[in-house]
């Protein structure tokens, strides 16, 4: 069963912060796809089994904050 979860990002503003944050999300297992709005600085994150823990920490991994 698929599920999303969404995060809001305030830091990211480029294609690189996109890609960067992109990169360490998929490399979590059970992400099936990324989407990342930096106009309104939110990351959705679709896949199944999702530990909301490992996808901050990917998150911070890339050099960004998850805001609360």
Same mark, same amino acid.
């Given at each position: 069963?698929?599920?999303?979860?969404?995060?809001?990002?305030?830091?990211?503003?480029?294609?690189?912060?996109?890609?960067?944050?992109? @990169?360490? +999300?998929? &490399?979590?297992?059970?992400?099936?796809?990324? !989407? =990342?709005?930096?106009?309104?600085?939110?990351?959705?994150?679709?896949?199944?089994?999702?530990?909301? @823990?490992? +996808?901050? &920490?990917?998150?911070?991994?890339?050099?960004? !904050? =998850?805001?609360?």
């Amino acid at each position: 069963m698929s599920e999303q979860m969404s995060y809001s990002v305030p830091g990211m503003h480029c294609g690189h912060c996109e890609a960067a944050v992109t @990169e360490e +999300l998929n &490399a979590i297992d059970g992400v099936e796809a990324v !989407e =990342v709005d930096l106009e309104s600085k939110r990351v959705v994150v679709s896949g199944s089994q999702l530990s909301d @823990e490992a +996808l901050r &920490a990917a998150i911070e991994e890339a050099g960004y !904050e =998850v805001a609360a």
